[in-house]
């Protein structure tokens, strides 16, 4: 865990496009980024402007066309398809928009999948998830359905289901998108929380200045690059 | 892994009852149907097989020919006695000739009447027609000769007349005169086209003759051939003598008709094979028609499952992990579906069977078949959709609309 001197994600002249010849989009054109540990960095932009994309790419959901991405000093865009998922399985936490919760499953078991696909024994999966929802707040929550919550509720299982596994970094996509502004604040508070307790690294993507104003360190992406990268509340 | 799949697995049909019902629907009424329809038909060709089997084996008969013109029919003359004598002295490879006399007569016994059909012959119709005696005895030699007034009664007759007493040595009013009993056969139950085969009772050719019809003539032979002897050949040989004795000219049709049990047999067999064939085609397409159910339904949740194959991937599930979660699901909703099937048809056929009075035959070829057949079906539209969802970026099978 100890930071010597490589940063814990860096990405250079990272580019994605999507179809080809003169149909082909270029989503992302050439980004440069370096996150340190402990970092709290929030990514604005107009849409289209890539910055679900490098989200996606840094929690291997998808992969960049070209450019380089290192976690921890790895070449990510040279692993295979396997070792991506172990990537995901065991450093990453990722929180999406649309909650991605298991329907007609608990919030316990929800919490729990990460750890099941880790070989983690049941007594120790369940205490560890249990402790997870406690963190977010909705300790007597466990046998409720997504169904039987509260978009601020679903979106706290997936918080919960996205540190049960002790990530390296949280990944959140626009996590208070679906959220009325109150519920987003309180989503924001439990993230700043997360940071500061635990040192927690986050990167989060929003269309929302207030909700940005919660990180460090805020990006602005355009047209596929960074045209904007400022400490905020915070030197450089 | 396999038992991390296998959990996985269990959780999602639990947690998805209606769905995993629905499938296992279109499993169950497919497998039952086949099941079900083919083995009453096994059934049914058993039910024939055992009708024939108890007419006796390599039986011919022989009769006048029956012509049917519109408005009129008329029957070519019966036999004389000296023609039954004939076919016993010349051809060789019979078991027994039995010359018959047929007639309907009123038997009646204390307050007791009951309509039924006298048969007049010899002690070789016993014989050739697989008669057993449950009690008595059958003709002797005497009684034949002289014509006397015995009779041998069927099952259904004690049953009707002589309810619970011993018939044997009782005497028989029929159409007018007495007849002793002397014997009682054994049950053989219903006949083919749903004769009772036990309604009748059976006298001395001669006393049929004389006492009932009224005449010499014998309507109708029953030959028994020795075993291991081709009928067909048989058959041309009495064809060629019944010729001869009835003056029938070159060239002109027979007058009487030699009639094989064995072709029969061979008809009635093949008949119901073809039915069985015909129930099994129907059956097959109830079994197909479930397959598209179960297609219909994983098609229809490919949707909601391709998304949850792409939480599974976001939060580190392997590809061959949600692979083989996937398939166990499959196998285990097709094998139990497959299963309640089987248990299904065997219940609905054993009542059915039983309903309709045929035997219950256990076909085990069928129950594995439908079983493979359907478990296939299962397996393959449960897993092919969930292999295509599987191979796609997490992040497009999250986004699947």
Known sequence: MANNGTPLIELAGLTKSYGEGAAQIMALNGVDLRVEEGDFVAIMGPSGSGKSTVMNILGCLDTPTGGAYLFRGVHVERLTSRQRTLLRRYFLGFVFQGFNLLARTSAIENVELPLLYRGVPKAERHQAASAALAQVGLTGWEKHTPAELSGGQQQRVAIARALVTDPQILLADEPTGNLDSRRGREIMDLLVSLNKDRGLTILMVTHDHDMAGYAHRVIRFVDGVVERDDANGRAL | ?401
């Open chain 2, 1 to 401: 892994m396999l038992l991390k799949s296998i959990l996985l697995a269990l959780q999602s049909i639990k947690r998805n009852v209606m769905r995993s019902f629905l499938t296992m629907l279109g499993i169950v009424i497919g497998v039952a149907a086949v099941i079900t329809m083919v083995t009453l038909g096994n059934g049914a060709t058993k039910a024939i097989s055992n009708q024939i089997a108890s007419l006796g084996s390599n039986l011919l008969m022989v009769m006048p020919r029956m012509e049917f013109r519109p408005g009129s029919s008329s029957t070519a003359q019966p036999f004389e006695n000296r023609d039954v004598e004939a076919i016993r002295e010349q051809i060789g490879s019979l078991k027994a000739v039995a010359p018959m006399v047929e007639s309907s007569a009123t038997v009646v016994y204390g307050a007791n009447n009951w309509s039924t059909s006298a048969t007049g012959t010899t002690n070789d119709y016993f014989t050739a027609s697989n008669w057993t005696f449950a009690a008595g005895r059958p003709f002797s030699e005497a009684e034949i000769q002289s014509g006397k007034a015995v009779c041998v009664i069927g099952e259904t007759i004690r049953k009707e007349l002589f309810a619970g007493k011993d018939p044997i040595g009782a005497s028989l009013r029929v159409k007018g005169f007495g007849a002793e009993v002397i014997g009682l056969l054994k049950s053989k139950g219903q006949g083919g086209m749903g004769r009772d085969q036990d309604d009748m009772i059976v006298m001395p050719l001669r006393t049929v003759q004389r006492r009932i019809a009224g005449n010499q003539k014998i309507n109708m032979m029953m030959l028994s051939v020795k075993d291991g002897v081709l009928s067909d050949d048989v058959v041309n040989q009495i064809k060629l003598l019944l010729r001869e004795r009835r003056h029938v000219g070159a060239g002109e049709e027979d007058d009487f008709e030699v009639m094989d049990t064995k072709e029969i047999a061979q008809t009635l067999s093949g008949t119901t094979k073809t039915l069985t064939g015909l129930l099994g085609a129907v059956a097959a397409v109830s079994l197909l028609v479930g397959g598209i159910g179960i297609m219909n339904i994983m098609l229809v949740s490919v949707t909601e499952r391709t998304r949850e194959i792409g939480i599974r991937l976001a939060v580190g599930a392997l590809e061959n992990e949600v692979l083989l979660q996937f398939m166990v699901e499959a196998i285990t909703l097709a094998c139990v579906g497959g299963l309640v099937g089987i248990a299904m048809a065997t219940g609905t056929a054993m009542i059915l069977a039983h309903a309709m009075a045929v035997p219950y035959v256990f076909n085990p070829g069928i129950n594995i078949l439908s079983f493979f057949f359907s478990a296939a079906i299962g397996i393959l539209f449960g897993y092919m959709p969930a292999r295509r969802a599987a191979k796609l970026n997490p992040i497009v099978a999250l986004r699947h609309e």
